[in-house]
């Protein structure tokens, strides 16, 4: 599948990558029931994002994709990001802090 907003997959790449993605999605705990946002910029690894994407999808959790412009360094989550998530219902405020970490890890790959 080809997101708009980013590069061509290639699907040998895609495929030496999904060992690991399938495990830091589990490591993450997404279940069919839960809505994701994936985020990443127009410079990210096109394959990595299809890995990533595809795992989800094999779940069955509502997959949402959001390409930004990458951000400066040193600078907050784009606006953008957050509003896209509050809008899908993503931010829960009980559950923000315990998933920051674990959503950090697949965050920093993108």
């Known amino acids: 599948m080809t997101t708009p907003g980013l590069r061509t997959a290639d699907a040998a790449e895609v495929e030496a990558l999904m060992p690991g ?3 830091a999605v589990r490591f993450l705990g997404i279940f069919p029931e839960y809505k994701v946002l994936v985020g990443c910029t127009a410079k990210s690894n096109p394959a990595l994002i299809e890995a990533v994407t595809t795992c989800i999808r ?3 959790a509502d997959l949402s994709i959001l390409v930004t412009e990458p951000p400066e360094r040193n600078q907050p989550t784009p606006r953008v990001v957050m509003e896209a ?3 899908r219902r993503l931010l829960h405020p009980d559950r923000r802090r315990a998933r920051s970490a674990q959503q950090g890890l697949l965050h920093s790959a993108l």
């Open 21 to 23: 993605v399938e495990t």
């Open 58 to 60: 094999h779940i069955g």
């Open 85 to 87: 998530a509050k809008r």
